[in-house]
């Protein structure tokens, strides 16, 4: 069987499908790793009212637009982060299929393309879970970071990327940012700049998309990062640190006001180490903002638009 035989509009319908049912999955994810909670158990259920969510009311986009944005059960206001994250599911589905799959020659036989089209939709998936909890909870899980680098170590042969390269760029991905965000800024500040999730993060872009890729992830999502940030400065809003982080500095410090003297002591010296320990300071380039998702939109540029089309653009114009 070859990728031609299959007609490419069933292609996209059963692509867009797809990633709609995973987009919804993904919310589960957002939800309940950072709680510490399982993805498979219990099913869907109101999380204001825990009442269990029947299968129609959980048809992805369509039904938080038939029920205006309110759970059928109790009437809780819910986010528009749920339709959002099951669209963006179905939209990296297509566009995994359109310009990764699509775009190999039409001889491909079957069963190479669908391993493209799983490999790449696993890796936006992880992806995406990972930017939304990152700004929430200012952490990326290491079963997406470090998971997704393995996964792209395992299938650069079916990449046309060669393993050295891909090992190699992980490596070097990991060491662009741990070594001077983590051991020389330490240096002279103390504690790290960026955290270890986002030189995870790099060490996935070097493992799927080589050291030029690695590169490419960094340098983009430190431009658009700034960028953002001026966006939001200049638009006169405050730039504030997730909820989470402040309620949880909050539990911690009557936590430790309840510690003994010894158990006490040990706490500070680990919150010594933690950038997130402190309250954030104020002004323009203190301001706390997760870097995970601006290098998770620059791994997506790259993967999407491709490092040679983008390396041209930049260098020779
Ligand atoms: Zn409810």
């Not at 992830?217 to 006169?236: I, K, R």
């Amino acid at each position: 069987m070859l990728l031609s035989e299959f007609p490419p509009v069933a292609l996209r319908i059963f692509a867009a499908l797809l990633g709609l049912v995973w987009g919804s999955f993904l919310n589960v994810v957002i939800h309940r790793v950072p709680r510490g909670m399982s993805v498979m158990r219990p099913a869907s259920h109101c999380p204001a009212c825990q009442a269990p969510i029947v299968a129609y009311r959980n048809i992805p986009v369509v039904a938080w637009l038939v029920l205006r944005g309110r759970a059928a059960c109790c009437g809780v206001r819910i986010s528009v982060r749920y339709p959002l994250v099951e669209a963006i599911g179905g939209v990296l589905s297509v566009a995994v299929l359109e310009m990764l799959v699509l775009a190999l020659p039409p001889e491909t036989p079957a069963l190479h393309a669908l391993m493209i089209y799983i490999a790449h939709f696993a890796l936006v998936l992880g992806l995406v879970a990972a930017a939304f909890i990152d700004l929430e909870y200012m952490f990326i899980p290491d079963a997406i970071s470090v998971g997704g680098a393995l996964l792209g170590l395992a299938t650069s042969p079916i990449r046309e990327l060669p393993w050295t390269d891909s090992l190699l760029g992980g490596l070097v991905g990991f060491i662009i940012v741990w070594l001077p965000f983590e051991v020389i800024y330490s240096k002279f500040r103390g504690k790290p700049g960026m955290g270890r999730g986002d030189a995870k993060l790099t060490m996935l872009a070097g493992a799927w998309l080589g050291i030029p890729g690695a590169l490419f992830v960094l340098g983009g999502a430190a431009v658009q990062g700034t960028l953002a940030t001026l966006v939001v400065v200049l638009s006169g809003k405050q730039l504030t640190e997730p909820e989470a982080i402040t309620r949880e500095r909050e539990e911690l410090h009557r936590e430790l006001d309840q510690m003994s003297e010894d158990e006490r002591a040990e706490v500070l010296r680990e919150l010594a180490l933690d950038p997130l320990a402190d309250e954030p300071e104020r002004g323009f380039g203190k301001a706390r903002i997760a870097f995970g998702p601006f290098l998770i939109l620059a791994i997506l540029e790259c993967l999407f638009l491709g490092k040679e089309r983008i390396l041209g653009w930049l260098w020779v114009g």
